[in-house]
């Protein structure tokens, strides 16, 4: 069956870094594009970054444009979520997505808190 395990997140402090993974299973990695989510309390999912099945093209949120990098080894079947400068409304839950055989698959997110 797919799988998503999220990991890498925790707490840093505003201008920092993180590197967040995403690991796969259960279906043909390198066959499908990738996206990063996140949510704060009270809000709707927002769509952070997405990376096309070979990495090819990406996508980002503006809101993150420039700070974010969003990568993949389809070797290793995981992809990354680099976060440089972060600041304290990146503060949430993040989670990796993938559309696999026309359903919707999300792992289990990993918080991200950024806070002095």
């Not at 925790?10 to 996206?35: D, E, H, I, K």
């Not at 980002?60 to 995981?78: E, H, L, P, Q, W």
């Amino acid at each position: 069956q797919v799988q998503l395990v999220e990991s890498g997140g925790g707490l840093v402090q505003p201008g920092g870094s993180l590197r967040l993974s995403c690991a796969a299973s259960g279906f043909t990695f390198g066959n499908y594009a990738m996206s990063w989510y996140r949510q704060t309390p009270g809000k709707e999912r927002e769509l952070v970054a997405t990376i096309s099945s070979t990495g090819g093209t990406t996508n980002y949120a503006d809101s993150v444009k420039g700070r974010f990098t969003i990568s993949r080894d389809n070797a290793k079947n995981t992809v990354y979520l680099q976060m440089n400068s972060l600041k304290p409304e990146d503060t949430a839950v993040y989670y990796c997505t993938s559309r696999v055989r026309s359903r919707d698959y999300w792992g289990q997110g990993t918080q991200v808190t950024v806070s002095s």
